[in-house]
């Protein structure tokens, strides 16, 4: 299939211009500064006036919830949702139903994804105490890295055994993706706050406090150093911990579209809709966040969707569950920041598309560029919607954002080449592509 993009703005690798792009045989055929593209014949022509366009978001952080809780939430419905936002590639984390913390279960996962997902896929090995010896047989070019929760988590995937930690530290061929809360402190923090079954909703920042987040991320830096190790803080939450971050290339963080977003003032007006793990914080907190993405302490902005069912999320800080699903309207989100003057969209493009790429090393996607794989994402600004509960595609039908006016819409999405979301139109029979490393 051969399709040209006419009359578009793009925006790509830190520069923005008038011109056109040509799909052929599901790569990047040609990008010219000429907005009519001269090639005679193509299957469908896309008239983007007024638009831009932007490498396909890759978003390095989701649980689809696939194999095992898929009640919530699978690959089909979640890669759904991906696409009708604008991102084209996923890693999944592994703490699904087996964790993917066997060969094993990863193997599964990528059949799965083989199968059902609408969009170009990956998944993350979780590390635990017990698994170290797996970690030096892990393919490089199959994986994006390995996730270590080192703070509370579900089963057996807390990993909290200096010996363990060191031991992955110093082996891991892959980069290290860290959660980093510590569970010492969260627990001493439960027990401070009252034994009762459950605790008001604006508790869980006391909770997951910034003293709990700092710790654990500076042991974690703290064995980056040590070792060398290629480490990325996950959705970095407190502007304590940006202090960590800046210095030494091979030590990396990430914020999450929630905690730009949203401040533990929003408690009162969502209560648990917005309770994840790390906590929503302080204004302060947020505004810090904000400041980092453009000045070089955060590299990557990501989702951490994490759908619940609706019933889950009833209760405090300790009954209802932790997590959100954002995955559908994260690239709207953070076009609705470039219009607020907190990034510039080249800035924005970095963090979404290429970093995501460069950090991870991931083979021919990220950028707009000739030979490339075509993962494009087509957005509008000035052209304002409200989003209502019947737009919503991941599997849970909620949204934290319900109600929220968006100026911006995802026009195009294409994956691979192929035209996946098309002006609210969504081709089902689209499938991804396993993505390739290094």
Known sequence: MKIKIENATIVNEGRRHTGSVVIENGHIADISDAPTAPHAHCDQTVDATGCFVLPGIIDTHVHFREP???AKADIESESRAAAYGGVTSFFDMPNTVPQTTTLEALDEKFTLARQKSHINYSFFFGATNDNADLVPQLDPHRLPGIKLFMGSSTGNMLVDRQEALMQIFEQAP??????????????????????????????????????ACYASSLLAVSLAKTFGTRLHVAHVSTARELELFGEFSNITA???????????????????????NPSIKAPADRDALRQALTDGRITTVGTDHAPHLLSDKQGGALKATSGMPMIQFSLVSMLGLVDEGVLTLERLVELMCHNPARLFEVRDRGFLRPGYKADITIVRPNAPWTLTEDLIQS????SPLTGTQFNWRVEHTFCNGLPVYQQGRFNDTVRGEEISFR
């Open 174 to 211: 892959l980069p290290v993706v860290a959660h980093c809360e510590d569970t010492a402190i969260i627990n001493r923090n439960v027990q401070h706050a009252a034994a009762k079954p459950d605790l008001p909703i604006a508790l869980h920042q006391l909770i997951r406090s910034e003293e």
């Open 68 to 70: 095992g809780l898929t």
């Open 254 to 276: 990430e914020a999450v579209v929630a905690h730009l977003l949203f401040t533990n003032r929003d408690y009162q007006r969502l209560g648990a809709l917005i309770k994840c």
């Open 395 to 398: 599997k849970c039908h909620w």
